[in-house]
């Protein structure tokens, strides 16, 4: 990689470097009516440097974010690394109980929230021993709390940023595990520059003159690249929209901020597509189309080309890695691939047993870049079962072919991954158990005209009779107990579950069945 990051970095001087280039005065942010140029950005990450400095905040204490897509998430992500803290930014559509384990497992030393979801989290402050310090983005603060605006204004002034090394950990970002919680994933200063300087640059050829809009949030490391760090980069222009990403809602926005890069994933692509009025909607600005999180289907990419005329670049990526290290590229493309390897980032294909695979086999999928994960936060064995030296097991098969295109598999676990969000089977199973018709319950992954869907396999109490209504009621059990994700799509009430001798379900047989039916 040409570019070195030197010794003493600090990820946020990415806004000091477009003032040096006299880009003060350009558009940072827009979103909904307001408009941030960079120099306003810079005065505005500066000043929440400062307040974290007043209220005591030390170098690498962690802060929780529980924000949407606004103004308020760079200014507070940047800002917490020019004062040497660390943000942790996580989904804030997550339960109390989801927040309080984060406060928890991360030692937060102060929570920073949207007001919409204020109350979620002020429900996980009163189960802590110790809350900690609550400020409030975009609305009024409960008594004892302070709001973003506050100290904004309050501490006004330019801020140097924390003397940090490259090795420092920068912000943490949690990916789902096979237990069902997740894991703290910590990057370090160095990460950042690394994705900016291979696949912004030389994959998307990312420029000044750029807008991006992506429909993953900047909580995600998918969006964090494509909404955050890659147009800061370079000096762009970002479209930033809070609420859900609703078909209608993504393709206005598109039209009213013109984007000239659009980030997204299958499953949302498929959504537009799927609205009958999707091709009114003017999309001509935008030059290339991603998709990451999850395989995107060929047919999806021929409808989306069909519609709008654009081409959909489809890329492998992950949190550990912190953003996309294979893909395709605009000239060279083969839709239901993952591209090739994005330069800066080298792949290979294991046996489970470490031996090489063939071309054209499935194996686990490796990769190394500049880019990787430190460790798990307090998973030292998971952290040491998913580095083999400097090699990263992505947890993923693929196999390759003649020209070094990538295809996708299937996970190596059992672990589901559903319009880009990781599933554990066994919070799904674990809650159809505790419904008072379920004896037992199997939960994979099983492939639906392209897209990877939840089927449940569901062993039934004696005297208990199948219907849809029963379905109905299971799948409405799990989303009023689950994220709203986690439910099964499918379910199947069957005699027994396929088990080895030792008792363990064999969810490969009921995916094979599964993906059959």
């Not at 302070?146 to 309050?154: E, G, H, I, R």
């Not at 859900?244 to 039209?255: D, F, K, R, S, Y």
């Not at 998709?291 to 021929?302: G, I, Q, Y």
């Not at 939840?454 to 799990?478: D, H, M, N, R, Y």
Request: hydrophobic share 40%; glycine share 8%.
């Amino acid at each position: 990689m040409a570019y070195e990051v030197p010794e003493h970095y600090n990820v946020s001087t990415i806004l000091d470097h477009n003032l040096e280039q006299g880009r003060g005065s350009k558009t940072a942010v827009l979103w909904q009516d307001v408009s941030l140029t960079y120099q306003h950005l810079f005065q505005q990450t500066c000043a929440f440097a400062n307040a974290l400095r007043a209220l005591g905040i030390q170098r690498e204490q962690r802060l929780l974010l529980v924000l949407d897509d606004s103004p308020a998430f760079p200014i507070v992500f940047l800002g917490a690394i020019r004062a040497g803290a660390v943000p942790v930014p996580v989904n804030p559509l997550y339960r109390p109980d989801d927040f309080a384990f984060f406060l928890l497992d991360s030692y937060a030393r102060a929570a920073i929230v949207d007001h919409p979801f204020l109350s979620k989290l002020q429900q996980a402050l009163h189960s802590l021993p110790q809350p900690p310090l609550l400020i409030v983005a975009n609305g009024p603060a409960p008594e004892g709390a302070l709001t973003l605006d506050q100290l904004l204004q309050a501490y006004q002034g330019e801020c140097p940023p924390a003397d940090t090394h490259r090795d420092d950990m920068a912000f943490w970002l949690y990916s789902s595990g096979s237990t069902g919680r997740p894991k703290g994933v910590v990057h370090l200063q160095r990460n950042i520059p690394y994705t900016c300087e291979t696949y912004a640059l030389q994959v998307l050829g990312i420029r000044e003159d750029d807008i991006t809009f992506s429909t993953s949030k900047l909580f995600h490391a998918y969006g964090l690249g494509n909404n955050l760090t890659f147009p800061y980069w370079v000096g762009a222009t970002t479209v930033l929209r809070s609420g859900l990403p609703t078909p209608e809602g993504v393709l206005e926005a598109a039209q009213r901020f013109r984007p000239t890069l659009f980030f997204s994933v299958p499953t949302l692509y498929n959504a537009i597509l799927n609205l009958p009025e999707a091709g009114k909607y003017d999309l001509s600005s935008v030059r290339l189309c991603v998709s990451a999180a999850e395989p995107l289907p060929p047919h999806v990419f021929h409808r989306w080309k069909d519609t709008f005329g654009l081409t959909i670049l489809d890329g492998l990526g992950s949190t550990e890695m912190l953003h996309i290290f294979c893909s395709n590229r605009p000239d060279e493309v083969r839709p239901g691939s993952s591209g090739r390897p994005v330069p800066g980032y080298e792949l290979k294909l294991l046996t489970p047993e470490g031996e090489p695979v063939p071309i054209g086999e499935a194996g686990d999928l490796y990769v190394k870049g500049g880019s990787a994960f430190a460790y798990y936060w307090h998973h030292l064995e998971k952290t040491r079962a998913t580095f083999q030296g400097e090699w990263v097991r992505a947890g993923d098969r693929y196999r390759v072919d003649e020209e070094g295109f990538y295809w996708y598999e299937g996970r190596a676990d059992d672990m589901i991954k559903v319009s880009g969000l990781w599933v554990s089977p066994i919070e799904i199973e674990n809650t159809l158990m505790e419904h008072p018709a379920v004896l037992e319950a199997a939960v994979v992954g099983v492939q639906l005209e392209g897209f990877t869907r939840i089927k449940a396999f569901v062993v039934l109490k004696e005297g208990t009779t199948p219907s849809p209504a029963l379905i109905q009621e299971l799948q409405e059990w799990c989303k009023s107990r689950l994220q709203r994700y986690q439910y099964p799509h499918l379910v199947e009430f069957v005699q027994d579950l396929p088990k080895t001798v030792t008792g363990k379900v064999q969810r490969y047989k009921l995916r094979e069945r599964g993906s059959s039916d």
